[in-house]
């Protein structure tokens, strides 16, 4: 009977930090993708071309990309629960900031203040490592599929931000979140705990950072990381603007249907992590690769809406929230258990790289005339192809002991 009492007192706690950590990663993606959903109202206001404009929308997405290889190295060495609640204490800070250079409708402050607010795009390296310790490692692929629920918060922010800046304002909208953020931190540093199995490490940050980037898994993932996660970031982000300037849907009404993408995607992201268990990733990333691939072409025919539009984005986005799942699945399994904090750390770096460029390339690409994305999303579908071939060719069903090689 102790035993079984253990048992249950262990699963209830691992139950309780899973869902804390997949919270604080909803939440500080809300605040991480504040701008997504504003980006025609700022446009409008600020006079900016389709360039400045997918600019503003990206550059959040550079500092949670590449803040993520310091914050998963920092990880390892302080844990997940110290992580994850100092980020989300700190996120709060350009959200005030954001607030300030909206106000003062300067776009040279909402870019500065924007590229410091993704500081909350990092806590996916430190929830990454943290839930990852708390299970065995056949239901790692489960948890972090169930952790990357959190990436949801695009789908918040893209349905509640619009809303709540025209019922209450723009200042108390982002007061909102910036509350939401200060009363996640304090409960992750009260309530929240690290896994007995978790190890702090001792090593240096830049030698484990080190160690990781030698590693084959970590280039391998980091690929495919940037073009599923990737391509949700950046179609989160900016298909509120790609709503707007090929249907002509307002604010609101792009957002809605903005959080219905994200939604899909979030809830496709744990059937990925548990198919890869039950099966292996590898057939799980092909399926997603090759879905993105052919959805592109169909998307960029520009299908009326609401039903066939409609469909092919959601399908869209299943398809890379299936990817992601596969993905980290495929980290969890094949990673050192001393290594995770780092290579998930690189990989989501490569991740939010692979959502900050294709932004850009959309703004670059948008022929005004014709109201049309084709080039960026015949891209996407070339993108994805080639990771559907490499994957297919060059990556085997490796067992973790493989990893090391």
């Known amino acids: 009977m102790a035993e079984t009492a253990a048992t249950s007192t262990r699963t209830s706690s691992r139950t309780t930090n899973l869902v804390l950590a997949t919270w604080t990663f909803a939440i500080t993606f809300w605040a991480w993708n504040l701008i997504g959903p504003l980006g025609t109202r ?25 803040g993520r290889i310091p914050v998963g190295a920092l990880t390892d060495r302080y844990g997940g629960r110290l992580m994850l609640g100092t980020l989300s204490l700190a996120s709060i800070v350009p959200v005030l900031l954001v607030t300030w250079a909206g106000n003062q409708g300067s776009y040279p402050l909402l870019l500065v203040f924007g590229f410091l607010l993704g500081i909350a795009g990092t806590t996916f390296a430190a929830g990454i490592p943290f839930v990852n310790a708390w299970f065995e490692p ?54 929240m705990r690290d896994a007995a199995a978790w190890r702090r490490s001792t090593e240096s940050v ?35 603007t790609y709503l707007k300037d090929v ?20 809830v496709a ?14 057939p799980i990333v092909l399926t997603s690769l090759g879905a993105v691939a052919a959805l592109a072409v169909l998307v960029a025919a520009k299908p009326a809406p609401e039903i066939p539009a409609g469909t092919e984005f959601v399908l869209m986005a ?16 094949r ?38 994305y084709t080039i960026g999303l015949l891209l996407l579908c070339a993108t ?22």
């Open 42 to 66: 700022y446009a409008e206001d600020l006079g900016l071309t389709s360039t400045q404009k997918s600019l503003l929308v990206a550059i959040p997405v550079l500092v949670g990309a590449v």
């Open 318 to 333: 299943f398809f890379l929230g299936l990817g992601t799942g596969g993905v980290f699945a495929w980290v969890a399994l």
């Open 247 to 266: 249907y002509g849907f307002d604010l609101a009404g792009a957002g809605t249907r903005t959080a219905g993408f994200a939604i899909a995607a979030v």
């Open 335 to 372: 990673t050192p258990a001393e290594r995770v904090g780092a290579v998930a750390g690189v990989v989501g770096a490569a991740g939010g790289l692979g959502g900050f460029f294709p932004p850009l390339v959309m703004g670059a690409t948008y022929d005004e005339a014709t109201h049309s």
């Open 206 to 240: 830049l030698p484990k950072l080190a160690a990781a980037l030698r590693l084959p898994v970590t280039w391998q993932m980091s690929f495919l990381y940037a073009v599923t996660f990737g391509g949700f970031v950046a179609f989160s982000t900016y298909l509120p």
């Open 138 to 191: 056949t239901r790692r692929g489960f948890a972090t599929g169930v952790f990357g629920v959190g990436m949801g918060g695009t789908a918040l922010s893209s349905f509640f931000t619009p809303r709540f800046v025209e019922r209450w304002g723009y200042t108390t909208a982002h007061l909102v979140v910036a509350a939401a953020l200060a009363v996640t931190g304090v409960v992750v540093l009260l309530v």
């Open 269 to 282: 992201r744990p059937i990925g992590g548990i198919l890869s268990d039950r099966w292996h990733p590898k």
């Open 384 to 405: 994805a192809l080639a990771a559907f071939f490499y994957v297919l060719f060059r990556l085997r069903k490796e067992t973790p002991a493989a990893a090391a090689t």
